[in-house]
Structures are given as C-alpha cells and as structure tokens.
C-alpha cells in the first residue's frame, strides 16, 4: 500500500508545504524526505482544486475559494468570491491574500531582494508594495525561524544566510561548533561554507583570527582521520588546499 502521508501533507498545506512557518516546518522537513515527483504534484493540484471547488459548491464558504486564488491563479473564481461576499470583506479579504503571498516570497528567499530577482519574484514582489516596517517585523520572524530550524536539524544552511545578509555574526561561534554526523563529504563541504564566510567578513568578525583557528583545527582533523580512508585522496586534499589558501592558514 503506498504511502498516503505525503499527499496528506501536500493537501494541509494546500499544495504549499514550503512555507515557512512554525507549525508546518516538521511537516515540510517530513514531505521533503520522501522526493514526490512533479508529475505527481501536479496530479494532487488538480484533484485539490476539484474538491476545493465542491466544497465551495456544497457550503458557499469563501474560505475554499480564496486557496484556489492565492496559490493557483485561478482568477476566475473572484467573481464567485465577489458575488458571495459584500465589497468591504472581499476587499479586506484579497488584500490579506496579497499580504500573504508577498510574505511567502518574503520568506522563500531569506528577505533578500537579489535572491527574489535571481528566482524572478522581484517584480511580482514590488507589486504588493510592502512598506519597510512590515519587512523589518518579517525579518524578526525569519531570523527567529531560522535559528529554530538550525536547533532542530544543525544544517548550517539555516543560519549562513542570516550571518551574510543580516550581520548575525554572533551566530558565527554556533556555526564553528557544529559537527558532522552524517559523512566526510558534508565535513568538508561545512569547511569551506564556513571559510567563505570568514573570509568574506572578516573585518567585520570580531575575534576573527580566534575563528579562522577553528577552522585549521577543523582541518588538521580532517586530514588526520578522514584523508587517509577516502579514495580519491588527491581531490579532497586540493580541496582543503583552497580552503587554507583563502584564510592564509599554514
């Protein structure tokens, strides 16, 4: 029997299981895990857009409808929403929708607007034309996600973005603590994420060079228990080359 969770968390999440928020970053680490194609997605849309729509049907509740709208474009339907609500709650209403939708992109790209560009959500974001204090109570909200996304998992990709673009460098010194606990590969790629980082911030690192010693004593590990067992000896140790190149470490 194939496993029906998947699809139930795609389904609760109306097809956005991505979204960050508190309650469903379980449920999206655990829908993450399980690879589900987008053939199948794309299968599961249509059926949740079928039920949405009998259950609209079947109630006249705008809450079926507004999902449709917001996540899939189907524009159509807020003629429907229109007639069923009065002016000033259907306003209220897409407004809201708009609020959401800009602070999924908001968050989908760690509150940075190259990223947004990169993606092509820039334009779309503009559009909604969030003001700065509603950017700067997002960005509260990013960093204390990311910093509990880092707790549960200690993937070091939740809070490099956070030191980067937001100068959290206190969060450096849990950065360097971090170990592997899955393979050589991951502790080498951890090394040089965090090399980068050093390197790229070092004026602005306090304690920078007690940092960068870390680093080599992350190094001499390395090249202590784990170079030897590796097979392509050579790659790895070019690798590690680069890496005490960058910080200048002998």
Same mark, same amino acid.
């Given at each position: 029997?194939?496993? $029906? ?12 299981? *991505? %979204?960050?928020? /508190?309650?469903? +970053?379980?449920?999206?680490e655990e829908y993450r895990n399980y690879n589900i194609s987008k053939r199948i ?28 709208? $917001? ?6 339907? +807020? ?34 607007? *190259?990223?947004?560009?990169? /993606? ?12 700065? #204090? ?33 100068? #959290? ?11 592997? $606990?899955?393979? %050589? ?13 050093? /390197? ?23 090249? #202590? ?6 097979? /392509?000896?050579?790659?790895y140790v070019q690798r590690i080359e680069k890496v005490k ?6």
């Amino acid at each position: 029997m194939a496993n $029906k969770r998947p699809k139930e968390i795609f389904f609760k999440s109306n097809g956005q299981y *991505y %979204y960050n928020s /508190d309650y469903q +970053l379980e449920e999206y680490e655990e829908y993450r895990n399980y690879n589900i194609s987008k053939r199948i997605e794309e299968k599961w849309i249509k059926e949740l857009i079928k039920i949405k729509l009998k259950k609209f049907k079947q109630s006249a509740k705008t809450m079926y409808l507004i999902p449709l709208i $917001k996540y899939f474009n189907e524009y159509e339907l +807020l003629t429907k929403l229109l007639i069923e609500m009065n002016e000033n709650n259907c306003i209220k209403a897409l407004i809201n929708m708009a609020i959401k939708k800009a602070k999924e992109i908001y968050f989908l790209n760690d509150g940075h607007y *190259y990223y947004m560009a990169h /993606d092509g959500f820039y334009e779309e974001y503009l559009e909604y034309k969030i003001n700065k #204090q509603t950017e700067k109570k997002w960005k509260k909200e990013l960093i204390h996600l990311r910093r509990k996304e880092f707790k549960k998992t200690s993937d070091i990709r939740y809070l490099i973005p956070l030191v980067e673009l937001y100068n #959290q460098y206190e969060l450096l010194n849990e950065l360097l603590l971090v170990k592997n $606990k899955i393979n %050589y590969i991951n502790e080498l790629v951890i090394i040089e994420l965090l090399s980068k980082l050093l /390197d790229k911030n070092k004026n602005k690192i306090e304690n920078y060079k007690e940092k960068k010693m870390i680093i080599k004593e992350r190094i001499t590990i390395y090249i #202590q228990e784990v170079v030897p067992k590796v097979r /392509d000896t050579e790659h790895y140790v070019q690798r590690i080359e680069k890496v005490k190149r960058r910080l200048r470490i002998k």
